[in-house]
């Protein structure tokens, strides 16, 4: 690997290992639970609930945890729809599994960490999120699996890949 890799072929992907985290798309009547990121990393974008698992947790585990932890409500019915790794040109390295929600148990609310708010899938606010969110959540919202790798200078993608999986 060059020392700032520009490509994902400058990442040796097969030693490769990034923090495990997790994201939750709540799936419900033609809508899709979304936040407004208030602190960390994307911090000021949209995006899923989610976060970095504790030692010892399973990724289904994680994602119910901090689904309940950052909107105070607990998704029900997940599935899990894929997984993208992050690599960002500073080494830092995100390793996410991805999932799917039909319900949510309790109305989502405001915390520390987020704003939550309904959006239509039709409407999604693309242009608020992280660039590569538009070339894999469509596969989330079509019920396909997915694995994808990501290199970002900042918020800026540089390259990346992206796979349908069985």
Known sequence: MTATPRKL???DWERWTG??????????????????????????????????????ESPLACAVREVQEEVCAVPRGLVWCGRNRFHFTDGYATDVHVFRASALDG?????????????PIEKVPYAAMWSDDSLWLPHLFAGRRFSGRFLFEGDELLDWALELVD
């Open 19 to 56: 923090v495990r985290c997790t994201l939750v798309f709540v799936v419900r009547g033609g809508e899709v639970l979304l936040i407004h990121k208030k602190r960390g990393l994307g911090a000021g974008k949209v995006n899923g609930p989610g976060g970095r698992f504790e030692p010892g």
């Open 9 to 11: 072929a400058d990442i």
């Open 107 to 119: 109305e989502p609310a405001a915390t520390d960490e987020a704003d939550p708010f309904w959006s």
